[in-house]
RNA sequence: UGCCCCGUCGUCUAAUGGCAAGACAGCAGACUCUGGAUCUGCUUAUCGAGGUUCGAAUCCUUGCGGGGCAGCCA
């Protein structure tokens, strides 16, 4: 079995050993369809689809907490349903809402009425909240809470009915408004709100809070272990105590620590935030931790499913360090992304004694990882680009690339030396001037020269150009939530997240990228062919990630050390 | 301030009364036709104080710190 632990499944595990629910494990996944999806719910979506898995007969359902029409809509229905998909690696062949519950749950409040635990009340919502007390006071029992069944009875079905104006009335349940835990002072199970359903169109004028359904959904369902978040943890004694009242089967909450992420904002309403003030171009965009987003940069369902499973369940509030989700894509596609050669700031390089209107193709490896990828063939001639970086006319200590009279090794084809740089008027550099050693052509007779660099290049003849977007942190800060100079985290925004690159040169073969396939650009990065912009014959590229950068770092050390000083 | 929860390397997670371990990050080195990958090594932690115990990260008390709760949101 499955030696990975954490305390859920210690809880799952002990009852199952002591046949607490005849030997069953039912766990279920439910969103709100008020947003799209992001990375902390893939966290519970892995949780619970994972514990399901694990257990023989261990089921899972996709549920819709549908409980509330003012913000909820069905393009995050469908929206939900295909991350659901993408990141379980499962087809849902069976989704379900709550509002399909709605009947059931308003006979179980007529039963709570007749049981005389629950009653109309007619106060507002500011007289609620008024009476409620404070976390140090106890609250004041509604006037109303004494009601007889009969007339409870009456006005329930009368608000059910559609004869009162949103607000003028609840129904509470008759716990006790001196409880230390707020939930427990007569809390509202529904409100009266004239608003069309998604899905029930106008067949309801009330609906169900969250506290009261929540349990009622997991009981029908017949689910055992129902997970979510700490922040329901005070809400755990309602949930028991309304099962209970009507004695009806009663599922265990366990909650657990939701997910934070440096560099980044998890919530719906900051994320919504972000679309609706245009700082990202829609839920889906590239730099966005939403499901949607994260397909559309390019990561893969393996790559979040590993770091799901590496950063653990607890319940310790925690930040995990987004390196980490990095290094969980880097891990994945290193063995499995088709290696390809994209100059993203080209500097042309003309072979003096390479023949005038000569070309080769030269054979490359697939993927140094893995033998099976093969090999493929690339052209070379003449004048190639070569990355501006890795030119410097005055090349800092331990710069292993190009400078003036020295060499470097052009991956999978020749050692080359510079010998002249071509400058414009303005002296910017437009050219360089290099001859090759036709001995060291990868695979020769003196290829094993040793050179201290090897760098890529595409051959300007054969080169197509294309689109990149090279994608960075949205945000500056680690703690991106908390207020930043704008006093909100709005002002932590990285105003370069995007960088948008055109006439980046890459070699032919990429030409035919479909749309949604993943490289690496040899020593630059992990890329994805836009699943909405890119196209056969005119491809874009987005970053996923870069490579590791030990030079980068050691420059930025140097600099950082030079500033000091 | 009432109630609830949580405090272990920089960051996560483990150790379930018996040698504080792993991952990421960092640092150093080896290797390399990707300054990639890989490999090796190194640095760094049980919030404090009492108590129980032969023995405490673990149990108890208490202090401190962090988080949550006063929507007719979930």
């Known amino acids: 079995m499955n030696e990975k632990t954490d305390f859920v499944r210690d809880i799952v595990a002990e009852d199952l050993s002591t046949n607490r629910f005849q030997g069953r494990v039912h766990t279920r996944f439910p969103p709100e369809p008020n947003g799209y999806l992001h990375i902390g719910h893939a966290k519970s979506i892995n949780l619970n689809y994972g514990i399901a898995q694990e257990n023989p007969g261990g089921l899972c359902n996709l549920r819709f907490d549908d409980t509330n029409p003012e913000k909820e809509e069905q393009e995050y229905v469908d929206s939900i349903i295909e991350d659901v998909k993408w990141i379980s690696g499962h087809d849902q062949q069976k989704v379900l809402f709550a509002s399909d519950y709605f009947d059931q749950m308003y006979q179980w409040a007529v039963d709570l009425v007749k049981k005389g635990k629950a009653y109309v009340c007619d106060l507002n919502a500011d007289q609620i909240r008024e009476t409620r007390g404070t976390l140090t006071e106890p609250g004041k029992e509604s006037p109303y809470r004494n009601r007889s069944v009969e007339e409870n009875l009456d006005f329930l079905a009368r608000m059910r009915k559609g004869e009162f104006p949103d607000g003028s009335r609840t129904l509470r349940a008759k716990i006790d408004m001196a409880s230390p835990n707020i939930n427990l002072r007569d ?24 506290d009261w359904a929540h349990g009622l959904e997991d009981s029908i369902e017949g689910v055992t272990h129902s997970i979510c978040t700490l922040e329901f943890e005070n809400h755990r004694p309602l949930y028991d105590w309304f099962l209970e009242a009507l004695g009806i089967y009663h599922p265990q909450q366990i909650e657990f620590a939701r997910l934070n992420l440096s560099y980044t904002v998890l919530s719906k309403r900051r994320l919504l935030q972000l679309v609706q003030g245009k700082h990202v171009s829609g839920w889906d965009d590239p730099r966005m931790p939403t ?116 060499e470097v090794r052009l991956r999978a084809a020749y050692i080359i030396r510079c010998e002249e740089v071509i400058k414009d008027g303005a002296g910017n550099i437009v050219e360089l001037h290099c001859t090759y050693d036709p001995e060291t052509r990868s695979g020769g007779p003196a290829a094993n020269r040793k050179v201290k660099g090897t760098i890529h290049w595409v051959s300007a003849r054969h080169a197509i150009e294309a689109e990149v977007r090279l994608y960075d942190r949205l945000f500056l800060t680690a703690d991106a939530s908390e207020g930043g100079e704008a006093g909100s985290f709005l002002g932590n925004v990285n105003p370069d997240s995007l960088t948008l690159l055109k006439g980046c040169k890459l070699e032919p073969m990429l030409l035919s990228a479909m749309p949604g396939m993943r490289f690496q650009f040899e020593r630059v990065g992990y890329f994805c062919a836009d699943i909405k912009d890119s196209n056969p014959g005119a491809p874009v590229f987005n970053r996923i990630v870069t490579l590791k950068d030990t030079w980068a770092k050691i420059e930025l050390r140097g600099g950082e050390t030079a500033a000091r000083e």
């Not at 809390?187 to 969250?210: F, L, S």
């Not at 940069?297 to 989700?325: N, Q």
């Not at 493929?376 to 001639?381: A, D, M, N």
């Open 187 to 210: 809390p509202i199970m529904y409100r009266i709100v004239h608003e069309p359903h998604h899905r029930q169109g106008d067949a309801w004028c009330i609906y169900p809070t969250y």
């Open 291 to 406: 499901i949607a987003g994260y397909r559309r940069r390019g990561y893969t369902p393996e790559a979040i499913r590993t770091f799901c499973e590496k950063i653990g369940v607890s319940k310790k509030d925690s930040i995990i360090d987004v390196a980490l989700l990095e290094w969980s894509v880097r891990e994945d596609l290193n063995k499995h992304a088709q290696r390809a050669m994209a100059v993203l700031n080209p500097l042309k390089v003309v072979i003096t004694n390479y023949p005038e209107n000569g070309s080769e193709e030269l054979p490359s490896l697939n993927n140094p990882e893995d033998a099976s990828a093969g090999t493929r063939l690339v052209p070379f001639g003449r004048e190639i680009y070569i990355e501006q970086d890795d030119f410097r006319e005055v090349p800092p200590p331990k710069y292993h690339r190009l400078s003036p009279g020295k």
